[in-house]
C-alpha cells in the first residue's frame, strides 16, 4: 500500500477512529489492531509476504527469549547465531542470490571456464532490508546484555511490522520503539498534530518534487548518448532531488503517521544537501541506516580505535556493504566505494565543521563547501541511477567531453523551467527552516501549511502512483 495512494487515504482514518475511539482504554487491543493493521498494509502488495515476514518474527521472538535464559555463553551465541544466519540467509537468498551466481558465472568465464549455474525467478519482498536489519538489532542488543526480551508475542510482533515505517525506514531499534508498545498511550493533540504537519510535508516533497523530477530524469539517464553536457549537469541534479525528496518524504509521513497513533520514530533526515563535507552528509542523510552500520558493524569490527590501516579498513567495509545493501548490482558497491573514498580524508583531518551540530552560517566558505560535497555526492548519484557500471562512467565522461551548454534543451521541454523554479523554491524554503524539524513552525505557520498544500494540489502527481524508490531495498 503506497502513503501516496486513494488506499492509503481510506485506510488510515479507518485504522485511526477504531485506534481512538473504540480502543482508546485498550493497549492490548490497541496493539492487536495495529498488528493487523500492519499485515494488511504489508500484505496489499502480495499476500505471500506475510508468511516471510512473520516467520522472521517467530525466529527472532524466541531466539531472543533463548539469548537470555542460557547461562552459557556458548549456547547464547548459538541462538545469536542462529538469528544472524536466519536473517541475513533470507536476505541473501531474495536479493543477493542471483548476482552473486552471475559474479561467479563470469569470474568462470574470465578464466575459460563455461559453467552455467541456475538463478532463482523469486520476487523481492519489499522493505526485507528494512525489517531484517530491525530485527537483527532485536537480538543483539539481547546478547550484549542491553535490552531485555520481551515475552509479549503481539508487542514484538507490532514492532516488527509497525506499518508506518515498515517498508522503508526509519530502521527503528528495539530499545526505542519496543517499550512504547508495552505502555498505555493516550492521544496528545499536539503530537498529532506535529505529526500531520509532517504528513503534509512528506507528501509534498513526494508527488510534488521527487515524482515530477522523476519524469525528466528517467528522459535524460535513458536517452544520456544523446544529450549534451547542461542536460546530464541537469539529469544528475534531478535524480539527487528525486531520490532525497522520495526517500526523505516517505520517513517524513511515516514519522508523522507514527505519531498520529502515539508513537514517536526517529528522525532520518537532517537537511543532507546543506552538508559542507562528506562526514556531514553521513550525519544527515538516513540517519537510522548509517548509525545502524556504526553501532553494528563498524564498532563491533574495532571503529577508530585501532592503527590507521585497520581503521580504514573498516570504513571501506561499512561503505562497501551500505551499497550492497542498496541493491544486488556493482553500480551499489560503486556508489558506495565512492563515499568511501570522499569520507576518508574528511576523518582524518577531523575538520570541526563536520558536527551537525551548531548554526549554519551563510557564508561564501560554507557556500563554497556546500556546493562542493553536493557536486560530489550527485557524482556518485550518476552510479547509483544507472543500469551498469559503464554506463555512469558514460554518463560523467560525456559531461566533459561533449562541452554543450546550449539552453536548447530548457526551450524545448515546456516544464523543464517550471521544474527548475519549484527545485530552487524548495531549497530555499528549507534553507531558512534547516533549524526546524520541518517548514510549518514560526511566524506564519497557517499560511505556510495552505501555501504547500495549494501547490501539492495543483502540481502534485496524485495518480500515477508512483512507487518510492527505496522500496526496492
Given at each position: 500500500?503506497?502513503?501516496?495512494?486513494?488506499?492509503?487515504f481510506?485506510?488510515?482514518?479507518?485504522?485511526?477512529?477504531?485506534?481512538?475511539?473504540f480502543?482508546?482504554?485498550?493497549?492490548?487491543y490497541?496493539?492487536?489492531?495495529?498488528?493487523?493493521?500492519s499485515?494488511?498494509f504489508?500484505?496489499?502488495?502480495?499476500y505471500?509476504?506475510?508468511?516471510?515476514?512473520?516467520?522472521s518474527t517467530?525466529?527472532d521472538?524466541?531466539?531472543?527469549?533463548?539469548?537470555e535464559?542460557?547461562?552459557?555463553r556458548?549456547?547464547?551465541?548459538?541462538f545469536l547465531?542462529?538469528s544472524i544466519?536466519?536473517?541475513?540467509?533470507?536476505?541473501a537468498?531474495?536479493k543477493y542470490?542471483?548476482?552473486?551466481?552471475?559474479?561467479?558465472?563470469?569470474?568462470?568465464?574470465?578464466?575459460?571456464l563455461?559453467?552455467?549455474?541456475e538463478?532463482?525467478?523469486?520476487?523481492?519482498?519489499?522493505?526485507?532490508?528494512?525489517?531484517?536489519?530491525?530485527?537483527?538489532?532485536?537480538?543483539?542488543d539481547?546478547?550484549?546484555g542491553?535490552?531485555?526480551?520481551?515475552?509479549?508475542?503481539?508487542?514484538?510482533?507490532?514492532?516488527?511490522?509497525f506499518?508506518?515505517?515498515?517498508?522503508?525506514g526509519?530502521?527503528?531499534r528495539a530499545?526505542?520503539?519496543?517499550?512504547?508498545f508495552?505502555?498505555?498511550r493516550?492521544f496528545?493533540?499536539?503530537?498529532?498534530?506535529s505529526?500531520?504537519n509532517?504528513?503534509i510535508?512528506?507528501?509534498?516533497?513526494?508527488?510534488?518534487?521527487?515524482?515530477?523530477?522523476?519524469?525528466y530524469?528517467?528522459?535524460i539517464?535513458?536517452?544520456?548518448?544523446n544529450?549534451?553536457?547542461?542536460?546530464?549537469?541537469?539529469?544528475?541534479?534531478?535524480f539527487?532531488f528525486?531520490?532525497?525528496?522520495?526517500f526523505?518524504?516517505?520517513?517524513?509521513i511515516?514519522i508523522?503517521?507514527?505519531r498520529l497513533?502515539?508513537?514517536?520514530?526517529?528522525r532520518?533526515?537532517?537537511y543532507p544537501?546543506?552538508?559542507?563535507n562528506?562526514?556531514?552528509?553521513?550525519?544527515?542523510?538516513?540517519?537510522s541506516?548509517?548509525?545502524w552500520?556504526?553501532?553494528?558493524?563498524?564498532?563491533?569490527?574495532?571503529?577508530?580505535?585501532?592503527?590507521?590501516?585497520?581503521?580504514?579498513?573498516n570504513i571501506?567495509?561499512v561503505?562497501?556493504v551500505?551499497g550492497?545493501?542498496?541493491?544486488a548490482n556493482?553500480?551499489f558497491?560503486?556508489?558506495?566505494?565512492?563515499?568511501?573514498?570522499l569520507?576518508?580524508?574528511?576523518?582524518f583531518?577531523?575538520p570541526?565543521?563536520?558536527?551537525?551540530s551548531?548554526?549554519?552560517?551563510?557564508?561564501?566558505?560554507?557556500?563554497?563547501?556546500?556546493?562542493?560535497?553536493?557536486?560530489?555526492?550527485?557524482?556518485a548519484w550518476?552510479?547509483?541511477?544507472?543500469?551498469n557500471?559503464?554506463e555512469a562512467?558514460?554518463?560523467l565522461?560525456?559531461?566533459?567531453q561533449?562541452q554543450?551548454?546550449?539552453?536548447?534543451?530548457?526551450s524545448?521541454?515546456?516544464?523543464?523551467?517550471?521544474?527548475?523554479?519549484?527545485?530552487?523554491?524548495?531549497?530555499i524554503?528549507e534553507?531558512?527552516?534547516?533549524n526546524?524539524?520541518?517548514?510549518?513552525?514560526g511566524?506564519?505557520?497557517?499560511l505556510k501549511?495552505?501555501?504547500?498544500?495549494?501547490?501539492?494540489?495543483?502540481m502534485?502527481?496524485f495518480?500515477d502512483?508512483?512507487q518510492?524508490?527505496?522500496?526496492?531495498?
Open positions: 500500500m503506497l502513503f501516496n495512494s486513494i488506499t492509503f481510506i485506510f488510515l482514518p479507518i485504522v485511526f477512529i477504531f485506534y481512538w475511539f480502543f482508546k482504554s485498550s493497549k492490548e490497541q496493539n492487536i489492531l495495529i498488528l493487523l493493521a499485515y494488511v504489508y500484505g496489499w502488495w502480495d505471500r509476504f506475510l508468511f516471510l515476514i512473520l516467520l517467530l525466529v521472538f524466541f531466539t531472543g527469549i533463548h539469548i535464559k542460557c547461562k552459557s556458548k549456547t547464547r551465541n548459538f547465531g542462529l544466519f536466519f536473517n541475513l540467509g533470507v536476505l537468498i531474495f542470490y542471483n548476482f552473486f551466481i552471475s559474479a561467479i558465472t563470469s569470474s568462470f568465464l574470465e578464466i575459460g563455461n559453467v552455467n549455474f538463478t532463482l525467478n523469486i520476487i523481492l519482498p519489499v522493505g526485507i532490508s528494512f525489517y531484517t536489519f530491525q530485527t537483527l538489532s532485536y537480538t543483539i539481547i546478547w550484549k542491553g535490552l531485555k526480551p520481551t515475552r509479549n508475542f503481539i508487542n514484538f510482533a507490532g514492532f516488527v511490522s506499518f508506518p515505517q515498515l517498508v522503508a526509519p530502521i527503528e530499545s526505542s520503539l519496543l517499550p512504547q508495552e505502555i498505555p493516550k496528545n493533540s499536539e503530537l498529532a498534530i505529526g500531520i509532517l504528513m510535508w512528506g507528501l509534498f516533497k513526494k508527488v510534488v518534487i521527487a515524482d515530477n523530477a522523476a519524469v530524469t528517467n528522459v539517464f535513458e536517452n544520456y548518448d544529450s549534451n553536457s547542461l542536460t546530464l549537469i541537469l539529469g544528475t541534479v534531478y539527487a528525486q531520490i532525497y525528496c522520495d526523505s518524504g516517505y520517513s517524513d511515516a508523522g503517521t507514527g497513533f502515539g508513537f514517536r520514530l526517529m532520518n533526515f537532517n544537501y546543506f552538508s559542507r562528506i562526514s556531514e552528509f553521513w550525519k544527515r542523510w538516513h540517519i541506516l548509517s548509525t552500520f556504526r553501532d553494528y558493524l563498524y564498532i563491533p569490527l574495532g571503529g577508530s580505535k585501532m592503527n590507521m590501516i585497520f581503521t580504514i579498513r571501506l567495509i561503505f562497501l551500505s550492497l545493501w542498496h541493491g556493482w553500480t558497491i560503486l556508489w558506495g566505494g565512492i563515499h568511501a573514498f569520507f576518508l580524508p574528511v576523518f583531518l577531523k570541526s565543521n563536520s558536527k551537525v551548531g548554526p549554519l552560517v551563510l557564508n561564501i566558505s560554507n557556500i563554497l563547501k556546500i556546493c562542493f560535497t553536493f557536486s560530489m555526492v550527485c557524482m550518476v552510479f547509483f541511477r544507472s543500469k557500471v559503464y562512467i558514460d554518463y565522461m560525456r559531461i566533459f561533449n554543450e551548454f546550449k539552453i536548447t534543451y530548457l524545448i521541454e515546456r516544464y523543464n523551467i517550471e521544474l527548475i523554479g519549484l527545485i530552487l523554491f524548495f531549497v524554503f534553507w531558512f527552516h534547516k526546524s524539524e520541518h517548514p510549518f513552525s511566524k506564519f505557520r497557517i501549511i495552505l501555501f504547500i498544500i495549494f501547490i501539492t494540489l495543483v502534485g502527481k495518480f502512483y508512483k518510492f524508490i527505496y522500496f526496492q531495498f
